[in-house]
């Protein structure tokens, strides 16, 4: 069974950076569309930033200018560059991407385990 893997979260100071990045653990065949949830204290999931196979990309409003999502198809990793952060980003943010793990088995969407994003002073 494919898991995502994350890392890159941790504690940042308000105004500072973050890289999180997400890959499968094993071999994916084809990956779609690939994206970056969150979800902050007592809030509901929502999405933060998505990005297609040709690497378009589409953002949380709250977030366009300071986030940018990027790919790697031939590593199948995506990126989350998170710049001027504020305390209101805090939360557990999530990989997501469907893709097949072969050809004969359909496109399944996949969760990561989460990566904790704290900005405060």
């Known amino acids: 069974q494919v898991q995502l893997v994350e890392s890159g979260g941790g504690l940042v100071q308000p105004g500072g950076s973050l890289r999180l990045t997400c890959a499968p653990s094993?071999?994916?065949?084809?990956?779609?569309?690939m994206a970056w949830y969150r979800q902050g204290p007592g809030k509901e999931r929502e999405l933060v930033a998505t990005?297609?196979?040709?690497?378009?990309?589409n953002y949380e409003d709250s977030v366009k200018g300071r986030f940018t999502i990027s790919r790697d198809n031939a590593k199948n990793t995506v990126y989350l560059q998170m710049n001027d952060l504020k305390p209101e980003d805090t939360a557990v943010y999530y990989c997501?991407?469907?893709?097949?793990?072969?050809?004969?088995?359909?496109?399944?969407?996949?969760w990561g385990q989460g990566t904790q994003v704290t900005v405060s002073t």
């Open positions: 990005i297609t196979f040709g690497g378009i990309t």
């Open positions: 997501n991407l469907e893709g097949r793990t072969n050809w004969s088995r359909p496109s399944t969407r996949y």
């Open positions: 094993g071999y994916m065949v084809s990956i779609n569309d």
